[in-house]
T-cell receptor
């Protein structure tokens, strides 16, 4: 398997623009997580899905952030409108059904810069 | 609530020195998993190890070893004979197994190994 695939790897956008980050989890994994990494706050969980259903979105910073998982092989994280403080590395990760006994597999991240 | 503390924000060593990265965790669960991840300068998160709370045996993998002590809620990571390629940020993480749980990460320790 190719692992968790995220796109784009780097994104630079202007404040106020809409940004969409994409993630393809590992086939067969039914948990999908979106994390954000910043210098100040470290790695934070934004939202996670189980079987395409959002389970916990309490980490989503505000209404400008939204995430969807229309099918088992694709998820998006959207920021609209984007702000400079959204600049961070966004990681997607997936886990198989028996996830308590295994690690989350992380994508390579999307480095977002909002200017 | 679960919490992971990595008190060392940055450690600098010279090649071939041994170095220990500390991790202290808090959880109310009796069953949980502990993890270490490595984040090299390239940015991806690389899984290193997973331990469950019932297995307190120390583990050794090449130059890496882990010391799990439930009595002190610690899961420390030692690199023996460090190498420049070990330079990275290392994250300790905790996952509870009751109900829906996700990885809670520490803030990370940046390890700099100089020649």
């Amino acid at each position: 398997d190719a692992g968790v695939i995220q796109s784009p790897r780097h994104e630079v956008t202007e404040m106020g623009q809409e940004v969409t980050l994409r993630c393809k989890p590992i086939s067969g994994h039914d948990y999908l997580f979106w994390y954000r990494q910043t210098m100040m706050r470290g790695l934070e969980l934004l939202i996670y899905f189980n079987n395409n259903v959002p389970i916990d979105d309490s980490g989503m910073p505000e209404d400008r952030f939204s995430a969807k998982m229309p099918n088992a092989s694709f998820s998006t994280l959207k920021i609209q409108p984007s702000e400079p403080r959204d600049s961070a590395v966004y990681f997607c990760a997936s886990s198989p059904p028996d996830r308590g006994d295994t690690e989350a597999f992380f994508g390579q991240g999307t480095r977002l810069t909002v200017v | 609530a679960q919490k992971v503390t990595q008190a060392q924000t940055e450690i600098s060593v010279v090649e071939k020195e041994d170095v220990t990265l500390d991790c202290v965790y808090e959880t109310r669960d009796t069953t949980y998993y502990l993890f270490w991840y490595k984040q090299p300068p390239s940015g991806e998160l690389v899984f290193l190890i997973r331990r469950n709370s019932f297995d307190e045996q120390n583990e050794i993998s090449g130059r890496y070893s882990w010391n799990f002590q439930k009595s002190t809620s610690s899961f420390n990571f030692t690199i023996t004979a460090s190498q420049v390629v070990d330079s990275a940020v290392y994250f300790c993480a905790l996952s509870e197994t009751s109900g829906y749980s996700t990885l809670t990460f520490g803030k990370g320790t940046m390890l700099l190994v100089s020649p």
